[in-house]
């Protein structure tokens, strides 16, 4: 039996090393060099070429390396009887916090402006955004919303959390599935960290956007599938948003050409809010491929029927 | 008897409403078109043109209108009866301890190089800077160092204090006066909130640089006059310091042809890492003016010669 390491655009040899250095004996194939392709039981990908795990006939369990398993779920090479799951360590949820408050604050300080100004040589002033109109809207509340809400309550931020079943979590305003528009209502700054779903796929767009309390920002650190792109554009440009911060686009890298590189109410990252680390997720990759040899339950196991 | 606000560079009529906010009796003037210069007794002031002061015969108190009373002492125009005074309120230090953590988070995160990438619509990533590469130094432990240091420790940093008086604040590693190098070797991330006196003038110079912790990173949030220019261009440029933030300059506003504008290693803001809020200060003034004037103790009396 063999582990499998498979990404399309990242070198998955720390990975190797990272699970070897939980278990020597671990027999670990990376792609595409692999050289016995009846032994992988268990693949472990990062938006894996699509179709390209059809050609493992004995693979049981097929991973994701980070929190998001969208990837997997639209791969339908992927047979049915394949169990998916994802990982979730620490340092994943604590990472997006710190991005997600960053990105709050720069928004209040006005960071890419003063930047900008500095290139230009050019002092002057900018009023912050008080705390008071930046009443924080987590769109998932999931263990990465809750982990976000923490660290904002903890920073003095009034945080509302909308979920599709309710959750009940201290000091955070829980709102269910049927209450977005109030949700909406009482946030300024919407953060999205929903996962991509049938359900959720193009969320944000412009008539939700008219619903956000004004001033109203918007953060995506989810997938680029949840953002109507144009919609985002025409808000900007008519003031039903103040600004944007960007992490995750429909297509990445965002092309050259891509409207948004010259738009200078969108802050833009290239996809860095929550990086999996090797070294941490080693474990929970190792103790998920031991469980799947001795057919125990998953850890992080991903629902199909949900979509995470 | 009556109140004076003067300023060089601000409007002042936002002060004088909010001091009427709190007591409508009081009798105030506005620099430059003061009426009666022998009834004002107690001035506030930001930066007010020098030796201009010494045209009122009855003062009895200047009150910097912030937190810094440098350019009060600096000020020879006041005789040395006269007594300082500063503001001192909550939010000024929530206000500096949000700077602080900014600046740091967008070092570790390389906020500034991403919005320059945007600009160039050029996809790169860049691993952040790990938290334990982060131990911040924190040079001053007065007021405002005590709170930068509480929100930091609240956000998982690693905080040294140094002061002249060693401090004793719960979780911060205190060094006192002489322990300046142990301080600074054990400091990555170097944060400057110190007054501004003869002793502190140009403390921020190579030799100070070539001590601290590898890698290194200066924030500069007190004043122009604490830092040598030249010493940090030298620093930066050979590496000795990996970067800094200022907020702060020997001129402001910065000089448009000046050196740090065209530094990529540099981040600038212009002097807003904490304003004060007439509206929550005024209470503080009206509160010392009126000591003043019965002779009490004041608040936040400036000792002339600590400096501070």
Redesign the interface.
């Known amino acids: 039996m063999s582990l499998l390491l498979i990404a399309k655009d990242r070198d998955m040899n720390p990975w190797k090393e990272a699970l070897l250095a939980v278990d020597k004996n671990l027999d670990v194939e990376v792609w595409p060099r692999v050289e016995q392709k009846d032994r992988v039981t268990f693949a472990v990908s990062w938006n894996h070429p699509k179709e390209v795990l059809g050609a493992y006939p004995n693979l049981k369990v097929v991973s994701s390396l980070g929190a998001g398993a969208d990837h997997l779920l639209k791969d339908e090479a992927i047979p049915e009887s394949v169990k998916l799951a994802r990982v979730m360590i620490p340092s994943l949820k604590?990472?997006m916090g710190?991005?997600v408050?960053?990105a709050i604050?720069?928004y209040r300080?006005h960071?890419?402006r003063?930047?900008?100004?500095?290139?230009e040589?050019y002092?002057?002033?900018?009023d912050?955004v008080p705390k008071s109109d930046c009443a924080v809207g987590i769109l998932g509340m999931g263990e990465m919303g809750e982990a976000v809400a923490d660290?904002l309550l903890?920073?003095?931020f009034l945080v509302n959390g909308w979920s599709v079943t309710k959750k009940g979590i201290e000091g955070v305003n829980s709102f269910g599935a049927k209450e977005l528009d109030d949700f909406l209502a009482q946030s300024n700054i919407l953060v999205c960290l929903l996962p991509l779903t049938k359900e959720t796929n193009g969320i944000l767009e412009l008539d939700l956007f008219k619903k956000i309390k004004q001033p109203s920002y918007l953060i995506n650190v989810a997938r680029g599938g949840h953002l109507v792109e144009e919609d985002l554009i025409y808000a900007l440009d008519t003031g039903v948003l103040s600004g944007a911060c960007l992490d995750v686009f429909e297509e990445?890298?965002?092309p050259?050409?891509?409207l948004f590189?010259?738009r200078p109410k969108?802050?833009?990252?290239?996809?860095?809010a929550s990086?999996t680390d090797p070294n941490e997720a080693a474990a929970q990759i190792v103790e998920n491929y031991k469980r799947s040899l001795s057919g125990m339950e998953l850890l992080n196991e991903v629902d199909r029927g949900k979509g995470y």
């Open positions: 604590s990472q710190e991005y408050l960053n604050q720069n300080f960071t890419s003063y930047v900008d100004q500095k290139r040589a002092w002057s002033k900018h912050a660290l903890n920073n003095g990445e890298p965002l050259e050409n891509h590189w010259n969108i802050m833009i990252t290239p996809h860095v990086i």
